[in-house]
């Protein structure tokens, strides 16, 4: 039985993966741009994910750009047949790093061409269109216009599934009104529970929510609270914030990122951490 199989499954796009994925993100250099620090160790992390059970992949080509890609395609090309690779759009890089929306039909194209021919693959599994009306939250607009653009690939068989990334209710209920959503890709942790409702909401629909920065966003005073439990358990911070993830709602992927194997096998021992509910009782209260 592999590091992630007791983490239990979840049906994304019409194939099962662990509810313990990873999160490529931090396989880019500083500031999710340019080449790692270190290629040799970035492969390594990636075939110890997979070689530990993980199944599903997070990932975009603006990481670098194209580098994150790259190194997926180096360290796991000829790829598991069971492997789920996940990747977004609507964002490309300036010289400078920054972060520059990219919703034009053109640009979603290029994008996804880029990641095909960076990952690979003739067809991507899955393709979050990320809503750029602010880059660090949720905000009101219409993605109508971009997300039919990319169910035009989707209907060219360039894509799978689609999903979203950084939108709200509304926007969530005017994509599915134009194509199937798989799965919602949102800042959610203990520290930030705005979306309680939308998780239990997707769950009875059986839309996978993918929760990102798990650690993120937390006062000293949260961190603390949140140290002093993972304390009591026997484990790390981040252990139990994944853990307490798993346990929230069953349609909670998690995809913790990390350029060190050491941190990959830490995280991937969070499933066994079961929280009491008084424990839970005490997380909860940080929020």
């Known amino acids: 039985m592999s590091s992630t199989d007791k983490s239990g499954a979840f049906a994304l796009g019409g194939r099962a993966v662990k509810r313990l994925g990873y999160g490529a993100m931090q396989l880019a250099g500083p500031g999710v741009f340019g080449p790692p620090r270190d290629r040799d160790a970035a492969l390594a992390v990636l075939r110890e994910a997979v070689a530990s059970g993980v199944n599903h992949i997070d990932t975009a080509d603006f990481y670098g750009p194209h580098v994150t ?4 395609r180096k360290a796991l090309s000829p790829y598991p047949d069971d492997l789920v690779i996940v990747t977004k759009v609507s964002v490309r890089r300036g010289e400078d790093g920054s ?3 990219a919703f034009s ?40 216009a971009p997300l039919t653009a990319l169910a035009e690939l989707r209907q060219k068989g360039l894509v799978r599934n689609i999903g ?44 996978a929510y993918v929760p990102f ?18 304390t009591r358990l026997g484990a790390t911070p981040m252990q139990v914030a994944l853990a307490w993830l798993l346990q929230r709602s069953p349609n909670i992927l998690v995809i913790p990122g990390t350029s060190s194997i050491e941190h990959l096998r830490e995280n991937l021992q969070s499933w ?14 940080i929020s």
């Open 164 to 207: 979203l990334s950084n939108v709200t209710p509304a926007q969530i209920a005017e994509a599915r009104q134009i194509v199937p959503i798989v799965c919602v890709q949102n800042q959610y942790n203990l520290a930030h529970r705005a979306d309680d409702t939308l998780i239990a909401d997707l769950a009875r629909d059986g839309i």
């Open 69 to 72: 890609n790259e190194i997926i």
């Open 272 to 285: 066994p951490l079961q929280i009491p509910p008084e424990v839970i009782a005490d997380l909860d209260a």
């Open 99 to 101: 972060w520059i929306p």
């Open 105 to 144: 039909p053109g640009e979603l194209t290029a994008a996804v061409h880029d990641n095909l021919r960076n990952l690979g693959l003739d067809v991507l599994d899955l393709v979050n269109l990320r809503s750029m009306f602010s880059t660090h939250e949720p905000a009101e607009g219409s993605i109508e």
């Open 213 to 230: 920065f798990p650690l993120g966003g937390f006062t000293p005073l949260q961190s603390s609270t949140l140290s002093d439990v993972a």
